[in-house]
């Protein structure tokens, strides 16, 4: 069971307040003491099902004051660990709220975590080119050791997971951050792949390259799975490092692929790698959306999760008419 540290700054006159609502959570703990300018610091410990609940009663009662201020920390151990019992009770208050426990992290540390890998940065850039490099080693020399240490290093499952949790909360702002992360991580990544592909003592007809011009049903499967797996990752307060292999080896490999093949002119193939990428993307942020969903994820306020239910029903339904599309030319491919 994770466990939070709440920590409260508010005026001394709502500190009874605050404690109240703390006890409404059913905090195992909290404390007070004192800080600077005349305000309070009520700390709590809560169980992590618990903190999203927590948040959203505190910002409705204290978010017009301007000193009020919450801070969530991580907890690695305390002594006493709150009992099973004690566990269980607070798990009840959730319900009986009506957040569900399906065991994730809040709301707001979610989206703190996916914003911070969402960001254009310049080692985000050197990091994509790098993996394109070696990825494209290990493609053309049929390395598939070299392929998985490019995914290693690929820094894509930010950007796409950030792209699926706006669509989800109905964020503007962080879907346009993820947006161009992601285009300019694809063109940083075109960029050496082409002009390997211009070489021509590269062998565009490597076995692994040629395997990521065709799509299969198993290759929706694949992106599915890692676009579920990658925002568990991030729900789940687990590190996303080795998640985000997964996301990165249903984009990387046919996004190399495609610039490779561009480079060498070998238009058809190319097509081929380029219709495996546009599917893998469009099942990763299918399959992030849905998860976020299941896991609770949705805004505070309601005028917001209607306009949020209403971009979200309509990115899935645009989705799924895409994703059907390009299975029935799956399917059809493979009869013929």
Not at 6 to 28: G, M, N, W, Y
Request: hydrophobic share 55%; with cysteine; net charge neutral.
């Amino acid at each position: 069971m994770p466990l939070r540290v709440v920590e409260v700054i508010v005026p001394e006159d709502s500190v009874f307040e605050v404690q109240q609502a703390l006890k409404e959570s059913h905090a195992f703990s909290q404390w007070c003491c004192d800080s600077d300018g005349g305000c309070k610091i009520v700390k709590a410990l809560l169980d992590s099902d618990n903190v999203e609940m927590t948040l959203d009663l505190l910002n409705k009662r204290f978010s017009f004051d301007e000193d009020f201020r919450v801070i969530v920390y991580p907890l690695e151990a305390t002594v006493p660990w709150p009992t099973p019992e004690q566990s269980e009770a607070a798990k009840k208050v959730v319900k009986r709220r009506g957040f569900g426990v399906l065991s994730r992290i809040s709301r707001e540390e979610v989206y703190h975590d996916v914003c911070d890998v969402t960001k254009l940065t310049w080692i985000f850039i050197a990091m994509v080119a790098l993996s394109t490099v070696v990825a494209a080693v290990g493609l053309i020399r049929g390395n598939i050791a070299v392929v998985i240490g490019a995914m290693v290093i690929a820094p894509l499952l930010g950007p796409n997971v950030g792209f699926s949790l706006a669509t989800t909360l109905g964020d503007i702002k962080l879907a346009r951050t993820a947006v161009k992360t992601n285009l300019i991580g694809f063109v940083v990544a075109l960029i050496p792949s082409i002009i390997i592909g211009l070489i021509p003592a590269v062998n565009t007809h490597a076995p692994e390259i040629l395997s990521r011009t065709q799509v299969g049903l198993p290759d929706i499967a694949l992106a599915l799975a890692a676009g579920c797996a990658g925002c568990l990752a991030f729900t789940t307060g687990t590190s996303a490092t080795l998640v985000g292999v997964m996301v990165a080896v249903a984009i990387l490999p046919p996004l190399v692929a495609f610039g490779l093949l561009v480079g060498a002119a070998e238009w058809t193939l190319a097509l081929g790698a380029f219709l495996l990428l546009v599917t893998n993307v469009i099942c990763v942020n299918l399959a992030g959306v849905c998860t976020f969903l299941f896991q609770g994820i949705r805004p505070a306020t309601w005028w917001e999760k209607e306009k949020a239910s209403r971009a979200t029903w309509i990115a899935i339904s645009f989705w799924v008419v895409l994703l059907a599309v390009l299975a029935a030319v799956i399917l059809i491919a493979q009869r013929n």
